[in-house]
């Protein structure tokens, strides 16, 4: 029977359908297949990973972070903790007195979902190291690592320490985890408590007496008190007038510059210039001869690595680099750098108070020195004593490796990353090579009655000189002089007097406040660049001309704080601290008996203090006879956190303020105040009826008349004189300078910048 041309359509489709099905089903039990075979090989893996032993290591800066773990290759996570996640609270004290001085740690505000990421990671490995740095500060940031984790992980938590971040030293502290130093954690414990004693006491009482928002601490006070005493002592000098006769003798065609140091056999003393007058006139047409000749030599030792403050000192003085910009750089070096396609840290832990260097280094040194300086390396290798009182948990300051000269990685660094790592590679290199030898030759010339002398320096043997170049010193030689022999006949050019003033005693710099920071034993090496920066912050120091003046404020502060508290704000106190610390840093001293002996005495005072001590606030807002230009009433003195300014009595209704005059000007009579470009943001002193008088000075005016001519004194500062004080009449000689060119030049460019910006404002 014939179908129908439908059912033949639909008996085909039926085939089709079934064809098509057969080939899917096929297609699908393939696929299956290969996922089956996927699925089998991803599960191998995973139980291969598992097996697989996987380390979490947790450091404090994300870029040591990266080094570490390139360092480390597989196997290892290197997270960083980003400083302290677990910590005092900032908003109150957060220690429990009556539960012996407990102190209440909380998650640092922002740093949470660090610690959870931490806590997860470390939960899915099979081992935790805490690489945090190896010191106080870095041991307690370990130990609350430690106390956050093990509850989370089974894995072991453990502690490694290392010195340099290089390969060598990264793998080795990883074969060798330990414990967490319980007694050096205690140390950080007790000085974080005593701190937070003394500033959470001290500065309500501030608060309550002088103004609000200032603070106080146990060792920043005392710096600043030093600081104050030594202004004290910088305002109450008084230059003294005295001159030198200087001589400038020709043998054949070389010039000899001699001064005179006798005079009929007694020791020169010319007090003005008229005494200098009388002996030039009594040298007239006098012979001259050589009546002496000697030449010393001797010997010049390298110094050791540095420590911590004598980094900051030549920092300091070599670069121009504020401590925090010496630490800053500094820890950029060791945290490491990328050199080709390596990243390296430079040089070792920058927070020590020891000169003691591994031998592995000793012997890397003396090596590169017999290829490049045989002639300098001595026999034996040189070993320096560490420093009494010195805690010597790390090496002096050195380069991870000598082989990298600052010229072979110049290009790899910053311009002040190049200066600091070239100070610290001189200094170590030099520290293991010969002495240098020195040969002085001292002349003295007769001149009728008086005796003039003059000396110069050479190197004879160069020694360390040889890789001294940024650490060199103009001060070790000097040019040599032209061939005498006793008895040789010289003729005088000229006679010649200069005018001299004595110098008082200078104020402290970042360098000589870190020095005596060390030698008064006032804080540890890492605490140095904080406690200078913190004084700075507030506002009770500035920093002019490299050297730290105290405020107003800060003066005000410290008077309070040194007459009310004089055996707690006082360097024996502070240094006692710190070696009651070292004590417990060495399990001798229990933390809880050190606070305990403290607090008491010192909160019966706070308390004395608070009831007795008279209110400032009221006093330091002075009535003027100064009028408000703007509503006519009269001008209040008062203290701000930049010292003190005027500020018009109707405050709210009237918000003007203004500088205080610092003295009157010359020329117009009108006040001298104080003003700031705005190109160039320096501070200068100008006129107030400006632009009417163009009086300008860029030297601070002191409030003392000048007894020659009736104008202001300024202070001035040069690195020949330091500070000192002088005329500001440029026709006045006292206690003037000759370079009266270049400052009209400095006052008229800074003038023309106010000008401008004044225009601009307009």
């Known amino acids: 029977m014939a179908l129908s041309g439908t059912w033949k359509s639909y008996i085909i489709g039926i085939a089709v359908f079934r064809q098509l099905r057969g080939k899917g089903m096929a297609q699908k039990a393939k696929q299956d297949t290969t996922e089956k075979k996927s699925n089998r090989t991803t599960i191998a893996k995973k139980k291969n990973m598992r097996s697989k032993k996987h380390v979490l290591v947790i450091v404090e800066s994300p870029a040591k972070a990266k080094t570490i773990e390139h360092y480390l290759g597989t196997g290892y996570t290197v997270k960083a903790s980003i400083g302290h996640l677990i910590d005092l609270p900032k908003s109150r004290m957060g220690i429990n007195i009556e539960n012996n001085f407990q102190p209440e740690y909380i998650t640092v505000r922002g740093k949470a979902s660090i610690l959870r990421e931490l806590q997860q990671i470390a939960k899915n490995s099979d081992q935790v190291l805490l690489a945090s740095d190896n010191d106080r500060e870095g041991e307690a940031i370990a130990w609350h690592l430690s106390n956050a984790l093990v509850p989370k992980t089974k894995a072991p938590v453990k502690r490694i320490v290392f010195n340099e ?16 130093d319980e007694a050096k954690v205690n140390a950080q414990k007790a000085r974080r408590v005593l701190d937070r004693l003394v500033g959470y006491n001290l500065s309500p009482l501030l608060w309550k007496k002088v103004k609000n928002g200032l603070s106080a601490g146990r060792v920043q006070s005392v710096a600043l008190r030093l600081i104050c005493e030594r202004e004290a002592e910088v305002e109450n000098f008084i230059p003294k007038e005295y001159w030198t006769l200087n001589a400038d003798f020709l043998k054949g065609r070389s010039k000899v510059a001699a001064q005179l140091i006798s005079y009929k056999g007694n020791k020169a003393e010319l007090v003005n210039e008229d005494s200098v007058n009388a002996i030039i006139a009594e040298l007239k047409d006098v012979e001259c001869k050589v009546s002496s000749l000697k030449a010393s030599d001797r010997s010049a030792h390298p110094k050791p690595p540095f420590t911590t403050s004598k980094m900051q000192q030549s920092s300091a003085n070599r670069l121009g680099f504020t401590s925090r910009k010496t630490m800053q750089i500094a820890q950029e070096l060791y945290e490491g750098i990328t050199i080709g396609s390596t990243r390296i840290g430079l040089i070792t832990y920058m927070r020590t108070d020891s000169v003691r260097i591994a031998q592995t280094a000793l012997d890397d040194v003396r090596s590169w020195l017999s290829k490049n300086y045989p002639d300098a390396l001595p026999e034996e290798q040189i070993e320096y004593s560490v420093g009494k009182g010195a805690q010597d948990a790390h090496e002096g300051i050195r380069p991870t490796y000598v082989t990298y000269t600052p010229d072979s990685i110049a290009k790899y660094l910053t311009s002040d990353q190049l200066k600091l790592y070239t100070l ?60 005498l022999a006793e008895g040789d006949i010289v003729s005088v050019q000229k006679y010649f007097g200069e005018q001299h003033f004595t110098q008082g005693p200078a104020r402290y710099t970042d360098a000589s406040m870190v020095k005596t920071l060390e030698e008064k034993g006032i804080g540890r090496p890492s605490t140095y660049a904080q406690i200078i920066s913190v004084l700075l912050d507030h506002y009770y120091v500035t920093r ?16 309070i704080l040194v007459e009310s508290f004089p055996d707690v704000i006082n360097e024996h106190f502070t240094a006692d601290v710190e070696n009651k610390l070292d004590q417990i840093d060495q399990d001798k001293l229990v933390w809880t008996n050190m606070i305990g002996e403290f607090y008491s005495p010192f909160k019966t005072q706070v308390d004395s203090v608070m009831d007795t001590q008279e209110s400032l606030k009221g006093t330091l ?46 020329k117009c009579g009108g006040d001298i ?53 002088t005329c500001i009449n440029p026709e006045c000689d006292y206690l003037h300078s000759d370079d009266s060119e270049a400052i009209a030049a400095e006052n008229a460019a800074m003038l023309k910048d106010f000008a401008a910006s004044q225009e601009s404002n307009n």
């Not at 002019?544 to 008077?559: A, C, E, H, M």
């Open 424 to 483: 610290i590679w001189e200094r170590f290199v030099s520290s293991q090579m010969k002495d240098a030898k020195i040969r002085t030759t001292t002349v003295e010339i007769q001149a009728g009655d008086a005796v003039f002398r003059t000396s110069a320096s050479k190197l004879i043997e160069k020694g360390f000189y040889d890789v001294i170049h940024l650490l060199y010193s103009k001060k070790d030689v000097s040019e040599s002089l032209p061939s």
């Open 165 to 180: 971040i290089t390969p060598m030293a990264i793998k080795e502290a990883v074969k060798h985890p330990g414990s967490i």
């Open 544 to 559: 002019t001309n490299k050297q730290l003046v105290p405020t107003q404020l800060g003066k005000i502060i410290s008077k």
């Open 621 to 666: 807002d002075e009535q003027t006879d100064i009028k408000c230009e703007k509503c006519g009433r009269p001008m209040l003195k008062k203290l701000g956190r930049f010292g003190y300014f005027l500020a018009c009595s109707g405050f709210p209704e009237c918000h003007n303020t203004k500088s205080i005059p610092l003295a009157k000007c010359p």
């Open 673 to 725: 105040v104080e003003r700031k470009t705005q190109k160039r943001g320096k501070s200068f002193y100008g006129c107030s009826n400006y632009p009417k008088c163009d009086f300008i000075t860029h030297f601070k005016p002191l409030d003392i008349n000048c007894p020659k001519c009736g104008w202001f004194l300024v202070e001035r500062f040069d690195k020949k004189n330091g500070s000192y004080k």
